[in-house]
């Protein structure tokens, strides 16, 4: 790591009509570090991300890159000046091969003005060979996994001579495999002296990359440390302005009678056959690699996909899904894994996101019509009990933070009372506060007596809130562990099949 | 960010929210373009008219008006709600045409006028239905399906007529098109009616609230467990119902059942939707900004055609004004990105 830094940033605030993102914010990154940007949603890193990729401009303050002030006015100018930004959603033409890609906007040419085929191919692999290769040139984009995608934008930044390399949130859409390569092409390109900043919400990402860490909140810069000298305690603190204790309480309790009870459950293709029980009151895990299926079984359970093998009974009551109005009818719901993809209607209102499901419109309507009398009656109650942080809930709900956003499918469901909540990684793209807030949520459903079913990649908040941890692997269950055999190793043993007799 | 704050506790919304709502902080007149923007256009427009046009504003002319933008803005009702649900209905023309012939043969085979009306509607509706399910449970692209509705239901038309126009000098139900309510021609009167009822249904039914959540984000429709599919047919149906009433009103305009009828009149409906600013990618859009979209362009063709302007220009400028209105409309989304 080098003394001089190579980026920057001094007293630089950026203001929208209504909110100041920033305010003086700065910092230096070095070349040969990885910098770790830490903050909760809406403190101001996608803000002060977005200045160095040229999509805003600071109103105040100084950013320079080798000692010298530069103004970034637009993305073209960041790429020129050797900054390149890789967004959680990748800016690449899914259409078109990797080489391609890799050419775009700067595509070689033959004497006769024609496109240079073979020396785009040719410089693609050079191109690739730098990020450590394994990727077709001739791969249509759309054929690769995201972490592919994602290796072949970096490789365009390489390709570029980016010396400033930021990441926003690499690992959101990642596979436990595919987030390891990208972890060690993180530590090649700082070996070769580019300054990395990188975005994540993970702790255990940030412990193992970052060499500084710098926290925001609410727009301010709030401290930059080495990451030896910062505990996770103490980063959380400075994100949250204020220690959280207890994470993940759950007040414990005897489970129920079976709610939910599904036998030999399968699509007859690759999920099943499953047996699976929920239970009164109880939280259940159900952890697993990506791909292993869990995201389908809850599909299966919740009637968004067929279910061609098995029974199924809620309440002791044999049950059909072939909806998901059915299984809302008996009292299951699923709050899905992408809320923006799959969950929000970003152009209504709070108020409409929460009314809106198939089960829902009918209670608060008599022969089609809607009595607004009811309508607010339901959502205040949501939006007061899941402490929604809205100014009304007529603001659109895209104006909401992640968690906020979050908070209002919780409350879409919990509206129509469900006995069965099916919860898809439901605190992905979520600050540590909201996280809190949701796992208060689920301790609090349950004491209630409604049966959680909680998909989650995230190790820690598993084994944190779940009563036992049921382990997908190949669409089927191979393991289930009790709470005291529940650990990260044993979960990733069973997941990955490691584990002697599992499956 | 403090664990006190509640909803209705606006101070910590702006921190919550980040880089926030582009909304609430713009300024006045940005919002009050983004409501009233279209309107603008429409009144700017009936001035420059009222300047330019001898006897623009005269009584008789502004219901001129109106009544020449009816059929087409009753088809634009219709085509809001198809638009809404990023569909898109091209067979609403030739579907007017079949359904201002089956009124009108129902005439001829010594039906009550009544009846007459209602077969013509339900005729359209039927064809609507047709569309919808091939749409909604087949699952085929809606420009597909309307493209071949547009040419398969011309066929018919030229079919139920022989290729002739089919004449009835005393058609029962000729003030569907030529009468009048307190002193209101009777086919304005049934589109304010149209409006009325689709701006309602939009509004404060379950459909409509339904019909935003699916052009919204259909797959988080799909699981809220509404019925995506029932609802996209209904969708055409009443898209269908709509080219029912207003071949019913055409028939009743020229007292005879035209094979030739409503020939592009599917263009100038959807020209009227996005007039209206309704987004062709779904979700976004009133029928009340439709009125507004299918009113300026009836001020146009009447304002064109009082100042003697030649044909072929009146199709040039009215082409001109849909993408100039549409661009202006877009200056909202340019400033917000």
């Known amino acids: 790591m080098s003394t001089t830094p190579l980026l920057r940033m001094t007293g630089v605030s950026k203001a929208f009509p209504g909110v100041q993102a920033l305010t003086d914010v700065g910092f230096e990154l070095r070349s040969g570090e990885v910098h770790a940007l830490m903050g909760e949603n809406g403190a101001g890193k996608s803000t002060l991300i977005k200045m160095l990729a ?105 390709a570029q001579n980016a010396r400033v390399l930021v990441l926003d949130e690499p690992t959101a859409a990642l596979s436990e495999t595919e987030a390891q390569r990208l972890f060690s092409l993180v530590e090649e390109m700082r070996g070769r002296g580019m300054g990395l900043l990188y975005i994540s919400h993970r702790m255990e990402e940030v412990y193992r990359l970052a060499d500084t860490i710098t926290v925001l909140r609410d727009g301010h810069w709030v401290g930059t440390s080495p990451r030896a000298e910062l505990g996770p305690e103490e980063i959380v603190a400075r994100m949250v302005g204020r220690t959280l204790t207890d994470l993940y309480a759950r007040r414990r309790q005897e489970p129920g009678e079976p709610v939910l009870e599904a036998e030999g459950i399968g699509d007859g293709a690759g999920i099943g056959p499953v047996d699976l029980t929920l239970r009164a009151g109880e939280v259940v895990g159900l952890g697993g690699l990506i791909g292993a299926g869990r995201t389908e079984l809850a599909q299966l359970l919740f009637g968004a996909a067929r279910a061609r093998r098995g029974r199924l009974r809620v309440g002791g009551r044999p049950v059909f899904h072939r909806s998901p109005l059915d299984a809302t009818r008996n009292g299951v719901a699923y709050v899905p894994e992408s809320r923006k993809e799959q969950a929000l209607f970003p152009d209504m209102s709070i108020r409409d996101n929460v009314v809106t499901t198939g089960l829902g419109l009918g209670q608060v309507s008599d022969l089609g019509v809607l009595r607004s009398g009811r309508i607010a009656r339901r959502v205040a109650s949501q939006v007061d009990a899941l402490r929604v942080r809205c100014s009304s809930v007529l603001q659109r709900v895209v104006e909401l933070s992640g968690g906020n956003q979050q908070k209002v499918v919780l409350g879409r469901w919990l509206a129509v009372s469900p006995r069965v909540l099916l919860l898809d990684e439901p605190t992905r793209g979520v600050d540590v506060g909201a996280k809190q807030e949701i796992y208060r949520i689920v301790d609090r459903l349950a004491a209630e007596g409604v049966a959680v079913l909680v998909i989650s990649s995230d190790l820690p908040e598993l084994l944190g809130i779940s009563d036992r941890v049921l382990v997908m692997r190949n669409g089927t269950v191979a393991a289930e562990l009790s709470r005291a055999e529940a650990t990260e190793e044993t979960v990733m043993l069973h997941a990955t099949g490691v584990a002697a007799g599992s499956g | 960010m403090t664990e006190t704050s509640r909803a209705g506790d606006p101070a910590p919304v702006a921190k919550a929210a980040g880089i926030a709502s582009p909304r609430a902080g713009r300024p006045r007149f940005a919002r009050l373009w983004d409501r009233y923007g279209i309107l603008g256009v429409l009144v700017l427009m009936i001035v420059l008219m009222a300047v330019l046009a001898p006897n623009f504003l005269s009584f008789a002319n502004v219901f001129n008006v109106a009544r020449a933008a009816s059929i087409n803005a009753i088809l634009a009702a219709g085509m809001t709600l198809v638009i809404l649900t990023r569909g898109i209905d091209l067979s609403v023309g030739s579907n007017l045409a079949v359904c201002g012939i089956v009124s009108v043969l129902l005439w001829t085979s010594g039906m009550p006028a009544i009846l007459c009306i209602a077969g013509g509607i339900a005729v359209g509706a039927a ?95 799909r699981l809220a467990g509404i019925k995506v599919k029932w609802t996209l047919v209904r969708v055409y149906v009443i898209a269908g119902a709509c080219a029912g009433l207003a071949g019913v009103i055409f028939s009743a305009r020229v007292m005879s059942g035209q094979p030739t009828a409503g020939e592009t009149y599917e263009l100038d409906a959807i020209a009227a939707v996005v007039l209206g600013g309704t987004s062709l990618m779904g979700g976004i859009g009133t029928v009340q900004r439709t009125l507004i979209g299918a009113m300026i362009m009836g001020v146009l063709s009447n304002g064109l055609l009082l100042m003697n302007v030649p044909y072929f220009y009146q199709l040039i400028i009215k082409g001109a004004v849909i993408v100039l209105a549409v661009a202006i409309d877009s200056l909202k989304n340019w400033k917000r990105a």
Do not use: C
């Open chain 1, 54 to 158: 040229g999509v805003h401009t600071p109103d105040s303050g100084t950013i320079e890159l080798d000692e010298r002030p530069v103004s970034i006015t637009t993305p073209q100018r960041a790429v020129d000046l050797g900054i390149a930004v890789i967004h959680q959603e990748l800016n690449l033409a899914p259409n078109l091969t990797v080489a391609q890609n890799l050419a775009l906007g700067r595509e070689p040419r033959t004497r006769f003005g024609l496109l240079d085929r073979s020396r785009i191919r040719r410089e693609a692999a050079a191109k690739l060979e730098r990020v450590g290769g394994g990727i077709d040139p001739d791969a249509v984009l759309s054929t690769l996994s995201v972490g592919m995608q994602q290796v072949v934008e970096i490789a365009r930044a390489v």
């Open chain 2, 127 to 221: 064809f609507g239905l047709l569309s919808g399910a091939l749409i909604a449970y087949l699952a085929l692209p809606a420009f597909i399906v309307t493209l071949g509705g547009l040419t398969y239901l011309r066929g018919t038309a030229y079919l139920l007529t022989d290729g002739q126009p089919l004449v009835a000098d005393d058609l029962g139900f000729r003030l569907m098109g030529s009468g009048f309510i307190a002193g209101v021609p009777v086919p304005v009167v049934l589109m304010l009616a149209v409006f009325a009822v689709l701006w309602f249904v939009l509004r404060y039914t379950r459909f409509g609230t339904e019909v935003y959540a699916i052009g919204g984000n259909p797959e988080a429709a």
